[in-house]
């Protein structure tokens, strides 16, 4: 319990920061919202999108009613899903390896604790923080939309949208903060961590938009966690349990990879 | 009970690092020193004692227990102090204390606040806004703080200054007459000399020599001065081959029986002799300066 508690002291500074910075883009967002009407932005986009190749319109999100709040806010939610993803991601590859890097395992590792008990700490404290993290910033969402609403707006269908959007962004994060915890239990150079789950992100980010190309690229989507949680296919037709299911399950492998890479590995400080 | 043993201890990096079936045996209460140049393999011995790195061959033991596969175990009566002191910069040494003693029960407070005020440490500030030195200090302190059965201490006073060098070894001293093993790898070699009971010499990751320190000293030869007249001085320097005179003095090194040498000299009228111990840090170069193996 001393080194979870000592892991939330220690990570906090990290998340209120991407925390301010994340609300900051939401209120960005959602102050933009009114815009789209008064600007006739709308009608700008149509005029550039219709000029668009119908593949080209996919990637871009296709023909969305900008001045309605769901659609709007679907759309531009991808920017939040990659910005949750890295910063999950982040977390999970600093975890162990830069206890190695800055060589305060040599402090760490002298008590009497197991390899375990060391992981297990630091994935529940990265776990709560995340956890705590989205859902700041769901209620953010949540409340800055009922602020920007407008006629048209369905505020119960926003708001089950937006929860589920959170719910698969959530997950998604999950799942790179596993990969990161992976990295970070296996790779011996721990700089080279966080520069690997950032690297595999936009990798998988950018099969995913190949995936939008053409139908027989379609496939490609399984390999880009974080279309598994599409902000627009969630919105209008909610969360796809197999992709959820999916993410689960490589996130709980990756967790137990972990553990075994770390209980075997050498600590060069 | 054998505090530390380790059996064929080997971890090895390949290009011939690392460390080679090492056998060591510190027994309980021994304060025992651990000698050899950069890269011998001594933070490698103490890495593999702290399961910090698992051997590629042999095993080590602390107290009888398996040091790979009862680590936490052992770990609840050993202290550390490494020789280069890397902890959380960002937390003041007060948290870092209070974390380090969350690790074990019934921490003895007065203790650790005795310890604080014995090497002067400034509990308020940042770890890494201090100096090496004071970083040193506050290693010192977190490894002692639950008065472990086992001390293990890589380079203890690099960093220290003389003063606290001397209180480091006054409360090594004490915890020492308390019944705790000090296991100290060192390149001072006077304060294993003067500290330690014991001492292993390690060169390339093999163990070159373990004797009782006094026993290194007494069996190494001796050296000697002589001043005396200039045709009883070259007299000498024709018996003793290798002896250097310079300024009227004639200095050799002299193994055996020292009887034999005392009554040849005191046949001569000398003007002056002197008979000097050789220091365990002559008997560390003998194994290190080229000089062969004579005394392993």
């Given at each position: 319990m001393n080194m979870f508690k000592y892991e939330l002291k220690l990570n906090c500074k990290t998340v209120l920061i991407w925390l301010i910075v994340c609300i900051g883009i939401l209120l960005f967002l959602f102050a933009m919202f009114p815009l789209m009407e008064l600007l006739g932005i709308q009608e700008l986009i149509d005029n550039q999108l219709s000029q668009m190749p119908p593949e080209m319109q996919e990637i871009m999100?296709?023909?969305?009613?900008?001045?309605d709040l769901c659609q709007y806010f679907s759309s531009e939610f991808l920017y939040m899903v990659m910005a949750f993803c890295i910063f999950a991601g982040i977390l999970g590859a600093n975890a162990l390896a830069r206890e190695e890097y800055d060589g305060s395992i040599e402090f760490l590792y002298a008590k009497p604790v197991t390899r375990t008990q060391i992981l297990t700490a630091k994935l529940t404290a990265r776990f709560v923080l995340f956890t705590v993290f989205l859902m700041i910033l769901t209620v953010i969402s949540l409340g800055m939309g009922y602020v920007v609403r407008n006629d048209q707006t369905d505020f119960s269908a926003f708001a089950k949208g937006t929860l589920l959007m959170h719910v698969g962004a959530y997950i998604a994060g999950l799942f790179f903060l596993a990969v990161g915890m992976l990295i970070s239990s296996t790779v011996k150079k721990g700089n080279m961590t966080i520069g690997l789950i950032i690297g595999i992100f936009f990798v998988t980010y950018i099969i995913g938009s190949a995936s939008g190309l053409m139908e027989e690229l379609?496939?490609?989507?399984?390999?880009?966690p974080a279309y598994y949680a599409n902000p627009v296919e969630v919105m209008s037709d909610g969360l796809e349990p197999l992709k959820m299911a999916v993410l689960l399950v490589a996130s709980v492998g990756a967790v137990a990879l972990s553990y075994r890479q770390y209980n075997k590995k050498d600590f060069y400080v | 009970m054998k505090a530390i043993e380790t059996c064929q201890l080997t971890k090895n990096f390949?290009?011939?690092k690392g460390v080679f079936d090492l056998n060591l045996c510190v027994e309980e209460g021994e304060r025992f020193g651990f000698i050899g140049p950069n890269g011998a393999g001594k933070s490698t011995t103490i890495k593999l004692l702290l399961n910090m790195i698992y051997p590629t061959s042999g095993a080590a033991f602390i107290f009888g227990m398996d040091c790979a596969k009862e680590s936490a175990r052992i770990k609840q009566g050993v202290g550390y102090v490494p020789s280069d002191v890397r902890m959380y910069?960002?937390?003041k040494v007060k948290d870092l204390l209070d974390y380090a003693a969350s690790f074990y029960q019934d921490i003895d407070r007065a203790y650790v606040e005795e310890l604080v005020k014995l090497f002067e440490v400034d509990i308020s500030r940042k770890f890494g806004q201090l100096s090496f030195g004071n970083k040193k200090k506050v290693s010192v302190i977190q490894a002692l703080m639950h008065r472990p059965k086992l001390i293990l201490l890589d380079e203890p006073s690099n960093g220290l200054d003389p003063i606290m060098q001397e209180r480091l070894f006054d409360v090594l001293e004490r915890l020492s007459q308390d019944g705790s093993t000090v296991f100290m790898s060192s390149h001072n070699l006077d304060e294993v000399q003067r500290f330690c009971q014991k001492v292993a010499i390690i060169r390339e990751g093999k163990l070159v020599r373990t004797a009782e320190t006094s026993e290194i000293s007494l069996e190494r030869p001796k050296t000697i001065r002589i001043s005396a007249a200039a045709d009883v001085l070259s007299a000498l320097s024709k018996q003793y081959t290798g002896s250097t005179l310079q300024n009227g003095v004639l200095t050799f090194t002299y193994q055996g029986d020292i009887g034999v040498l005392l009554r040849q000299l005191a046949a001569l009228e000398l003007t002056d002799v002197t008979i000097s111990d050789v220091k365990l840090a002559d008997a560390f170069m003998s194994y290190y300066g080229g000089r062969g193996n004579e005394y392993v």
């Open positions: 999100g296709g023909q969305l009613n900008l001045t379609r496939f490609l989507e399984w390999f880009a | 390949g290009l011939s910069k960002n937390f």
